[in-house]
């Protein structure tokens, strides 16, 4: 079945309110071209669900796309705090649930095992297990040991970017995956987008690194540099440049509505040929290949 749409087709597939569970983690593979793409499509109240968020989090919440935002972290690391989310946080226009890392992951895979919850052992001592009316203390019934139980946590949507897929819709991730592979498999949908899509015969010779099979996959988009400005190893490194210039936008500067309204108004298309010309896309390639070098040296 030949699952392939234009990235348009997420205007379509994802619907305002929805919950929407973002793959990638801290600077890398987050899908950024379908971030982009909910904010040219006017998305409003989105519920997102981020393990480990960064610019793809903090940039929605910029564009007034969220409602609330589930989450163990959200950072833009060495470029400072994620202000657009701080600042929606602390006036209150945008909910908080804040959760551990782990118990995410664990709400998550639960969903995909077909598990109302699963246990595991923590964080014992945190607040965090009597504000969340999803995290709930247990007894293990073998060893009447203490442990923390999970709901299972099914998003709406999927937002996943992977190296390359089929037009099925099978899935491969040749560098950093993060909690890619659980949200798939807990999503009602599943968005895949791709740096390149390749026939099956490609992704059956390397049957092994196929993270996702085709049938948790609703739909497949090519986009090209769909991570940036995060990386996408082994395709490109992340653009500190563009970070760095995004990051100096902080909530009330004049020059945010002429920023967002520039990405709503263009095609990605037109953005790639804006922000990722040919030099710096060498660049980026470059800085992989470097960062290979000095791995492989060492």
Same mark, same amino acid.
């Given at each position: 079945?030949?699952?392939?749409?234009?990235?348009?087709?997420?205007?379509?597939?994802?619907?305002?309110?929805?919950?929407? /569970? *973002?793959?990638? &983690?801290?600077?890398?593979? $987050?899908? #950024?071209?379908?971030?982009?793409? !909910? %904010?040219?499509?006017?998305?409003?109240?989105?519920?997102?669900?981020?393990?480990?968020?960064?610019?793809?989090?903090?940039?929605?919440?910029?564009?007034?796309?969220?409602?609330?935002?589930?989450?163990?972290?959200?950072?833009?690391?060495?470029?400072?705090?994620?202000?657009?989310?701080?600042? /929606? *946080?602390?006036? &209150?226009?945008?909910?908080? $649930?804040? #959760?551990?890392?782990?118990?995410? !992951? %664990?709400?998550?895979?639960?969903?995909?095992?077909?598990?109302?919850?699963?246990?595991?052992?923590?964080?014992?001592?945190?607040?965090?297990?009597?504000?969340?009316?999803?995290?709930?203390?247990?007894?293990?019934?073998?060893?009447?040991?203490?442990?923390?139980?999970?709901?299972?946590?099914?998003?709406?949507?999927?937002?996943?970017?992977?190296?390359?897929?089929?037009?099925?819709?099978?899935?491969?991730?040749?560098?950093?995956?993060?909690?890619?592979?659980?949200?798939?498999?807990?999503?009602?949908?599943?968005?895949?987008?791709?740096?390149?899509?390749?026939?099956?015969?490609?992704?059956?010779?390397?049957?092994?690194?196929?993270?996702?099979?085709?049938?948790?996959?609703?739909?497949?988009?090519?986009?090209?540099?769909?991570?940036?400005?995060?990386?996408?190893?082994?395709?490109?490194?992340?653009?500190?440049?563009?970070?760095?210039?995004?990051?100096?936008?902080?909530?009330?500067?004049?020059?945010?509505?002429?920023?967002?309204?520039?990405?709503?108004?263009?095609?990605?298309?037109?953005?790639?040929?804006?922000?990722?010309?040919?030099?710096?896309?060498?660049?980026?390639?470059?800085?992989?290949?470097?960062?290979?070098?000095?791995?492989?040296?060492?």
């Amino acid at each position: 079945m030949n699952k392939i749409v234009p990235l348009s087709a997420i205007d379509d597939l994802v619907n305002d309110g929805d919950s929407v /569970a *973002l793959g990638g &983690g801290w600077f890398a593979n $987050h899908p #950024m071209a379908a971030a982009r793409q !909910l %904010i040219r499509a006017g998305r409003k109240g989105l519920r997102l669900i981020s393990n480990i968020g960064s610019i793809d989090v903090d940039l929605l919440v910029a564009a007034d796309c969220v409602a609330e935002v589930s989450y163990a972290m959200v950072s833009l690391e060495a470029f400072g705090f994620a202000n657009h989310l701080r600042r /929606a *946080l602390e006036s &209150g226009r945008v909910k908080a $649930h804040e #959760m551990p890392g782990l118990a995410m !992951l %664990i709400g998550l895979d639960a969903t995909g095992r077909g598990m109302p919850s699963l246990p595991y052992l923590g964080p014992f001592g945190s607040d965090l297990i009597d504000r969340d009316p999803g995290l709930m203390r247990v007894k293990c019934p073998f060893t009447d040991k203490d442990m923390i139980s999970v709901r299972a946590i099914e998003p709406d949507v999927a937002l996943l970017h992977v190296t390359r897929c089929d037009e099925e819709g099978n899935a491969q991730w040749l560098g950093t995956i993060a909690p890619d592979i659980v949200m798939g498999k807990a999503a009602k949908r599943v968005i895949i987008t791709c740096e390149k899509i390749v026939d099956r015969e490609e992704i059956v010779q390397t049957a092994a690194a196929t993270n996702l099979p085709g049938y948790y996959v609703e739909a497949v988009i090519e986009v090209p540099f769909g991570a940036h400005p995060c990386s996408h190893v082994p395709h490109y490194a992340m653009d500190a440049f563009n970070i760095w210039d995004y990051s100096e936008i902080i909530p009330g500067d004049p020059r945010l509505p002429a920023f967002v309204a520039q990405l709503r108004g263009e095609t990605e298309e037109e953005y790639r040929a804006r922000v990722v010309n040919s030099e710096k896309a060498q660049i980026l390639r470059t800085l992989v290949d470097l960062g290979r070098s000095v791995t492989e040296v060492a």
